[in-house]
T-cell receptor, first 118, second 112 residues
Framework: AQTVTQSQPEMSVQEAETVTLSCTYD???????LFWYKQPPSRQMILVIR??????QNATENRFSVNFQKAAKSFSLKISDSQLGDAAMYFC???????????????FGKGTLLTVNP | ETGVTQSPTHLIKTRGQQVTLRCSSQ?????VSWYQQALGQGPQFIFQ???????GRGNFPPRFSGLQFPNYSSELNVNALELDDSALYLC???????????FGSGTRLTVV
């Protein structure tokens, strides 16, 4: 079974600075998707960024970028120029590629609570 | 484009009772998944529905059941509620040919 581990229960960053959130995962699959979701106090899971395992290039979305190390099974999220609105729980998630059934399910880590200090 | 709407937002039930949670999927999405998120934890997959049939289930007992309707809205039913069922229940819709998910804001269920 796939597992996702986020070893940092809490992180803090000063506004305008950079922070990196860590995520490792365990899978025997060679192709899969990885995601970072943000969950603010409104509770809705918001997709931050996604990475296809077959792509060597790291995904970027504006101030958000990932460091995907497939051999090490590591998928960290870097937030540049942190803003007060970035404060939230961040979840790393994994999904298999093969179609059908529960293969579509997302497997989440336990999350990292990010605080942004003014 | 509409998002995913869940109702109610909060609910308090007594142990042993039954509860029904509702979800309206995003327009164009034909698959709906339900997740349970206990306090301080990541969401756990309950089950997924496609074309009105369950086609994937996580490690949850049969007293967790669901329905998906022709308009792709969905229900999560939980019978014989236990205290440990207290959690945030999230609904997520998607299209089977895409890997993007749209989540609702969840229903906070408290069992007393």
């Amino acid at each position: 079974a796939q597992t996702v581990t986020q070893s940092q229960p809490e992180m803090s960053v000063q506004e305008a600075e950079t922070v990196t959130l860590s995520c490792t995962y365990d899978t025997s699959e060679s192709d899969y998707y990885l995601f970072w979701y943000k969950q603010p106090p409104s509770r809705q899971m918001i997709l931050v960024i996604r990475q296809e395992a077959y792509k060597q290039q790291n995904a970027t979305e504006n101030r958000f970028s990932v460091n995907f190390q497939k051999a090490a099974k590591s998928f960290s999220l870097k937030i540049s120029d942190s803003q007060l609105g970035d404060a939230a729980m961040y979840f790393c998630a994994y999904r298999r590629v093969n179609s059908g059934g529960s293969n579509y399910k997302l497997t989440f880590g336990k999350g990292t609570l990010l605080t942004v200090n003014p | 484009e509409t998002g995913v709407t869940q109702s109610p937002t909060h609910l308090i039930k007594t142990r042993g009772q039954q509860v029904t949670l509702r979800c309206s999927s995003q327009s164009g999405h034909n698959t709906v998944s339900w997740y349970q998120q206990a306090l301080g934890q990541g969401p756990q997959f309950i089950f997924q529905y496609y074309r009105e049939e369950e086609n994937g289930r996580g490690n949850f007992p049969p007293r967790f059941s669901g329905l998906q309707f022709p308009n792709y809205s969905s229900e999560l039913n939980v019978n014989a509620l236990e205290l440990d069922d207290s959690a945030l229940y999230l609904c997520a819709s998607s299209r089977t040919d895409l890997y993007g998910y749209t989540f609702g804001s969840g229903t906070r269920l408290t069992v007393v």
